[in-house]
């Protein structure tokens, strides 16, 4: 009987013990989640904490009807429909796809006074949890975002105009070329061979340049540029040596990397490629027949990458430096036909890439443009 009596007594001292543990858990997560809504009740952002089976908001802070405007009713209507795939998205995170576990989406809801609304909800499965009896439940976050969605919009509109102005500038100077060439051409019936073949070549070096400017001028390709960049791009050696290749045999062109440069560029590469030419043609343009053009690229201490044109010609006037890169400015030293436009377009795509341009004399002498582009994270 005695044996019997102490097995007894052993049970209920394990089972007060076993309840002090689940008590103390409880408290302890009673506590965690007293200091979750104190601080979900001072942010800036809307945090919610929803069941995942029932779809119904277990909490959701005032941060939420100050975004939104609606009473608590309304927003666990809406977070009922915004959670329909719940189920679908629980199935596969069970099944071990731990992409689902923590999701960022945006969707438009328009707000109580009818003006849109664009928030960006992020929000991670939390397991369920004994200790406060809850089954699985989605844990986030909602930001509005329409203010930055307007920044974008305006910027690509931006874009949009500097490339149609950019496009005009150039198509009239070549349509009075073209025009002009194809009179020429229908009126010197009785011209040598040599004079045929330098008609030829404007032609064709027209319709090179109308090209040119349909597949990187157009309103929605500068547009693009930045927005829409491959993750990996271009390797930065791979980038110089198509840039040096179109630099003419009158110079010679130096190429110097770093050996820790990244293995490739996140950039968009005709972009770039034409922010490369317009720098290296000037290089040419402002430095003597047979000196060297120096190209490099070399990771900067304040962080990013930078690709550098430099030359031997007269260098910068310090007075043209505010002006370098407006539209329309042309330094003293310019003595070849052009608009002003080369550094004006390729700061404009240097910065879609956000990055920086500058430009700045050598102390041994010639010229400087460095691009700076920052490294993908």
């Known amino acids: 009987m005695l044996p019997f009596l102490l097995l007894l007594l052993a049970g209920a001292i394990l089972m007060a013990l076993r309840f002090v543990q689940l008590r103390r858990a409880l408290l302890r997560a009673r506590a965690g989640e007293a200091q979750f809504r104190l601080l979900a009740e001072h942010g800036r952002d809307a945090v919610f904490l929803l069941d995942a089976a029932t779809l119904e908001l277990i909490y959701i802070s005032p941060a939420a009807q100050a975004l939104t405007g609606y009473d608590l009713p309304t927003l666990r209507e809406h977070a009922a429909r915004l959670a329909q795939d ?11 796809d731990t992409s689902r576990l923590t999701l960022l989406r945006e969707v438009q809801l328009p707000h109580a006074d009818g003006h849109p609304l664009a928030l960006e909800i992020s929000s991670t499965i939390v397991p369920a949890a004994a200790a406060t009896g809850r089954g699985v439940t989605l844990a986030g976050s909602l930001r509005d975002v329409s203010a930055a969605q307007a920044q974008e919009a305006e910027r690509e509109r931006e874009q949009k105009r500097f490339a149609s102005m950019l496009s005009h500038e150039f198509r ?19 011209a040598d061979d040599a004079t045929r073949k330098r008609y030829v070549k404007i032609q064709a070096a027209v319709d090179r340049l109308l090209g040119m400017i349909d597949e990187y001028l157009s309103p929605e390709r500068m547009a693009a540029i930045g927005r829409e960049r491959a ?15 179109t630099v003419p045999a009158s110079h010679c062109v130096q ?26 043609d000037n290089a040419v343009k402002f430095s003597a027949p047979g000196s060297a053009i120096m190209l490099s690229g070399k990771l900067v201490p304040e962080g990013g990458v930078a ?32 608009a002003g436009l080369g550094l004006y377009m390729a700061r404009a795509v240097v910065e879609v890439h956000g990055g920086s341009l500058q430009g700045h004399n050598l102390p041994e002498g010639g010229a400087i443009f460095r691009i700076c582009l920052p490294l993908p994270v």
């Open 86 to 96: 719940m189920p679908a998205r629980l199935q596969r995170w069970r099944e071990g």
């Open 255 to 280: 190429l110097e990397l770093d050996e820790d440069l990244p293995a490739k560029l996140r950039c968009d590469v005709p972009g770039m490629a034409l922010c490369l030419k317009i720098l290296l």
């Open 307 to 338: 690709l550098c044109v430099s030359d031997a010609g007269p260098g910068l006037r310090e007075e043209e430096l505010p002006q370098l890169f407006e539209k329309g400015s042309r330094g003293i030293y310019a003595t070849h036909p052009g």
């Open 231 to 245: 993750a990996d791009g271009i390797a930065p050696l791979a980038l110089l040596q198509q840039a040096a290749a």
């Open 172 to 190: 009239t100077p070549l349509a009075t070329i073209d025009g002009a060439i194809q009179r020429l051409v229908s009126t010197a019936k009785d």
